[in-house]
C-alpha cells in the first residue's frame, strides 16, 4: 500500500511539473502595452549680459623664491587696482592660481624656474570692466568671455521649459493619433534644461595693443541660448 501511494505522489508531481515550469519562466505582472517613448526640446536666444576677463602673467628666473616673489608682486598691484572697482552682483574680482615648477635641463637637472598667475574679473557691468583693462599693467589679457548670468538663466528657464513642455503635449497627441488610439496618460518624464557656454576667444594680441593705447577693451556680448528638453513616456489608450 506504501508503494501505491508513493507512486500516485509521483504521478501528481510529474503532472505538475510543466505548470510550475511555466509558471516560472512567465513575468509576475504583464508587460507594458501601447506604451511610447517620446522627446521634445525648445530653445531661445537673450542677449549676453555677463562678462569674464582673464588676466595672466609668467616670470621665470634662476631662484624659485625670486620668481614667486615678482607672481606674487604682479599679482598684487593687479588686485590693487580691480579692488577700486569691485562691486557685488556688478563687478567681482578673483584671483587665480600661483604656481611655480622648475625647468630641466637636456642631463635632467634644474636649469631654473618658472611660474603664472592669474586674476578674473567678471560681472554684468561690461563697460567697467572694459575700462579696467588697459589699467591692469602688470598682468596682460589672456581670455575674454561673454555669457549669461544666473539670474538671466534662472529667468528664461522657466518660460523655455514650458515651451518644451507643450511641444512634448503636442506631439504625444498627434502621434497616439496616428496610431489610432483616442487619448493618452504620462507614465514618467524628465525635463532638463542648459545654457551652453559659448567658446571662449583668446585676444591676447589684440588686447595688448588696446592696453598699450591707453583705450578700453571692446564690448561685443553677443547672444546666448538656453536649451530645454523633455524625454519620457507615455500610454497609448
Not at 515550469?21 to 530653445?43: D, F, G, K
Not at 625647468?103 to 567678471?122: A, D, F, M
Not at 538663466?153 to 497616439?176: C, L, N, P
Amino acid at each position: 500500500m506504501m508503494r501505491d501511494f508513493v507512486l500516485a505522489s509521483w504521478l501528481c508531481l510529474v503532472a505538475l511539473s510543466p505548470a510550475l515550469a511555466q509558471s516560472q519562466s512567465q513575468p509576475l505582472l504583464p508587460a507594458p502595452q501601447r506604451v511610447l517613448t517620446l522627446s521634445a526640446t525648445a530653445s531661445m536666444d537673450v542677449p549676453n549680459d555677463w562678462l569674464t576677463l582673464s588676466f595672466s602673467t609668467t616670470r621665470e628666473g634662476s631662484d624659485a623664491s625670486v620668481v614667486q616673489s615678482a607672481l606674487r608682486q604682479a599679482l598684487d598691484a593687479a588686485l590693487a587696482e580691480a579692488r577700486k572697482v569691485a562691486k557685488p552682483g556688478q563687478v567681482e574680482v578673483r584671483a587665480g592660481n600661483l604656481s611655480v615648477y622648475p625647468r630641466y635641463n637636456p642631463k635632467g637637472g634644474i636649469s631654473g624656474w618658472q611660474g603664472s598667475t592669474e586674476l578674473t574679473v567678471e560681472g554684468r557691468d561690461m563697460t567697467v570692466i572694459a575700462q579696467l583693462a588697459p589699467r591692469i599693467s602688470t598682468m596682460s589679457i589672456a581670455r575674454v568671455g561673454y555669457s549669461l548670468s544666473r539670474e538671466a538663466r534662472e529667468q528664461v528657464e522657466s518660460e523655455v521649459g514650458a515651451r518644451a513642455i507643450e511641444r512634448y503635449k503636442k506631439r504625444a497627441d498627434e502621434v497616439t493619433r496616428q496610431f489610432g488610439f483616442n487619448r493618452w496618460s504620462l507614465r514618467e518624464a524628465q525635463l532638463n534644461t542648459d545654457a551652453p557656454m559659448p567658446p571662449v576667444p583668446v585676444l591676447r594680441a589684440k588686447a595688448m595693443a588696446a592696453s598699450a593705447a591707453d583705450e578700453a577693451l571692446p564690448v561685443e556680448p553677443g547672444r546666448g541660448q538656453v536649451n530645454a528638453m523633455v524625454t519620457g513616456s507615455i500610454q497609448m489608450e
